[in-house]
């Protein structure tokens, strides 16, 4: 290889000239002469040249304009004609798979379409197509990979016209596996029943959905279910919210008095403690339900628990469901009684959705810079562009 064709990054590459004008323009030819691409033999002669123009990089803010001559060889053996192929140059493509590359990863950087117009010359149609063309090749490469062993699964919000859509995280690596359009169990019936490696699932993490439980029963039959915790506690802050809503209309309208009810008794700092004891020192029933949610909330809470831990604890949660159910909180107790196992395997693992619910702003802002998608399969491409991968494209 010369020492030019060093620089520009191409193999077997002879500089003859270079003008540099408004944009550097490089004259070059092969330096070898290849064998027959069909038979091949090394016997072949030229029958023609003609000149090959291409976009090739930037250097400095100048464009790079390769002209190349490109032969036109008929091999003596077998009769059959081609043209002389450049490493690095795709044939027919007029920009070589450098300067694709670098439009690729400038786009994904942020840079808009119409800056990268006038940057590197090219039309936001063809940025479009080379984008999408290098993130569907990436994808084609992600289509093998087997199911994670722990994985996420939620809705978001597609669009009004298209409706809800199921995403699949990979927890241990932190990156979305899969993006599906619907969310019921018809929808998603033929995709789960083609899914490949669906017996390496361990453990499906869930918010308290009736619909995907369903699901994981049936297409997942060897994983553990297991809730999660920011979703539980929700639910039980929720109820007893409503429940206090029920005892004093007023004093739930009361901001400070709300944010006290809200907060863990352990996160409370000894005057607000005092404030809040002062309340419940007037609706004693509230005040019974205010230290279950807490005792509840303490229970929720663990995790990385042993066996024998869970054992220990196990009696004092269904004592505590018990009491709810003669309660004001019953539907909590029967939910939470639905869903007793998936809750108590929460205190054996530390996984939650809580990367899927950073994934799902992230889509968001997507949508927003988008300004939406009508097409689901090019909001799964981008989805799984930025999410599930680093957006780095090993070069050739």
Excluded at 30 to 42: A, N, V
Excluded at 123 to 152: D, F, H, I
Excluded at 297 to 322: A, D, G, H, W, Y
Aim: include cysteine; proline fraction near 4%.
């Amino acid at each position: 290889m010369s020492h030019a064709g060093l620089i520009l990054g191409l193999p077997e590459l002879e500089v003859e000239r270079v003008d540099r004008n408004d944009a550097i323009i490089v004259y070059a030819k092969p330096t070898t002469r290849p064998s027959c691409l069909y038979c091949d033999d090394p016997r072949v002669r030229i029958k023609a040249t003609y000149q090959r123009t291409l976009k090739h990089t930037r250097q400095g803010n100048q464009l790079i304009t390769l002209c190349l001559k490109t032969p036109k060889y008929h091999c003596l053996r077998c009769g059959r004609y081609f043209r002389h192929r450049f490493n690095g140059v795709r044939p027919r493509f007029r920009a070589s798979e450098a300067f694709r590359l670098e439009v690729f990863e400038t786009h994904d950087g942020g840079v808009t379409q119409a800056k990268l117009t006038r940057t590197h010359r090219v039309s936001a149609a063809t940025t479009e197509r080379w984008y999408q063309s290098y993130c569907r090749q990436r994808l084609s490469e992600m289509s093998n990979r087997p199911c994670p062993k722990v994985m996420g699964i939620d809705e978001h919000f597609f669009t009004r016209k298209r409706g809800f859509a199921t995403t699949l995280v990979d927890l241990r690596r932190n990156k979305v596996f899969d993006v599906r359009l619907g969310r019921s169990e018809s929808s998603l019936e033929g995709y789960l029943r083609r899914l490949r490696g669906k017996d390496n699932v361990r453990l499906i993490v869930m918010d308290l959905s009736e619909t995907y439980r369903k699901i994981a029963r049936q297409h997942f039959p060897r994983a553990t279910i297991v809730a999660d915790r920011f979703h539980v506690i929700r639910l039980v802050n929720q109820h007893f919210l409503s429940a206090w809503k029920d005892v004093d209309p007023e004093g739930r309208r009361h901001r400070g008095l709300l944010s006290l009810m809200r907060r863990h008794a352990w996160r409370l700092r000894p005057e607000q403690h005092k404030n809040l004891q002062r309340y419940l020192s007037d609706y004693p029933a509230l005040a019974a339900l205010y230290e279950a949610k807490q005792d509840l909330n303490r229970l929720l809470l663990l995790k990385n628990q042993r066996k024998k831990s869970v054992r220990r604890r196990l009696p004092k949660l269904l004592t505590l469901i018990k009491q709810l159910q003669q309660s004001p909180l019953r539907r909590l107790a029967k939910t939470l009684t639905s869903w007793l196992e998936p809750i108590v395997a929460m205190w054996r693992f530390s996984k939650s959705n809580g990367p899927k619910e950073g994934f799902h702003n992230k889509m968001e802002m997507m949508t927003r810079r988008a300004y939406g998608f009508r097409n689901f399969e090019n909001y799964r491409l981008r989805v799984l562009t930025h999410c599930g991968w680093d957006g780095i494209i090993n070069r050739v």
